[in-house]
């Protein structure tokens, strides 16, 4: 089954401590991103990869980092959590563009509380 | 950067009507795609709909449907016969390039 799969679901941390959220895509797909959505705001893209290597930011990039080692993974990463950092994370991920291929497929998102 | 605007932060609709939501995009760009996600409680981001900008026919999945107007940037889904299972929340996006940019969503309520 094509899907994105986004470890884990819930997440509760406290302040300063280091985490990683997995992403990980089995469609073959080049580009990668992830987002963050908060009430009222929608969602907002925090970074993205076009390819392996190859990242970039994304509107909101502040406090958080990503790789692409390999295609099918895109870990985010926050290095020093801050409670405004609290929120539900998505990963997606999107083939080259074709009839098929425009849209973003996401993952189940990851909710993120940190105290 | 585009811009995405819902202007209707919570709709409902009666089972078995047509409903609208609006959705209005702000872009530059002479290649961009639109679509229209839904998220249920369960959290998950389904695509409903998408259209090509370059496309002057409006794009059509079974009761979904939008009116793509280029010239003043708007793009609307209409829901056609409304089903218990279509409440949730809707959300327009706008792509160009690597970049997707999302309106504030609408939640739909439909009414038994």
């Known amino acids: 089954e094509a899907q994105v799969t986004q470890n884990p679901r819930y997440l509760i941390t406290v302040t300063g401590k280091k985490l990683t959220v997995t992403c990980s895509q089995n469609?073959?797909?080049?580009?990668m991103s992830w987002y963050r959505q908060d009430p009222g705001l929608g969602l907002r893209q925090i970074y993205y990869?076009?390819?392996?290597?190859?990242?970039d930011k994304g509107d909101v990039p502040e406090g958080y980092k990503v790789s692409r080692k390999e295609k099918r993974n895109f870990p985010l990463i926050l290095e020093s959590p801050s409670p405004n950092q609290t929120s539900l994370y998505f990963c997606?991920?999107?083939?080259?563009?074709?009839?098929?291929?425009?849209?973003?497929?996401f993952g189940q998102g990851t909710r993120l509380t940190v105290v | 950067a585009q811009t995405v605007t819902q202007s209707q932060p919570e709709m409902s609709v009666q089972e078995a009507e047509t409903v609208t939501l609006s959705c209005t995009y702000d872009?530059?760009?002479?290649?961009?795609?639109l679509f229209w996600y839904k998220q249920p409680p369960s959290r998950q981001m389904i695509l409903v709909i998408r259209?090509?900008?370059?496309?002057?026919q409006n794009a059509t999945e079974n009761r979904f449907s939008v009116n793509f107007q280029k010239a003043a940037k708007s793009f609307s889904l209409k829901i056609s016969d409304s089903q218990l299972g279509d409440a949730a929340m809707y959300f327009c996006?706008?792509?160009?390039?690597?970049?997707?940019?999302f309106g504030t969503g609408t939640s739909l309520t439909v009414i038994p």
């Open positions: 997606a991920s999107r083939g080259r563009d074709s009839e098929l291929g425009t849209e973003a497929f």
């Open positions: 469609m073959n797909h080049e580009y």
């Open positions: 990869s076009m390819n392996v290597e190859v990242t």
């Open positions: 872009t530059s760009e002479s290649d961009y795609y």
């Open positions: 259209q090509e900008a370059y496309k002057q």
């Open positions: 996006a706008s792509r160009d390039g690597n970049q997707f940019y």
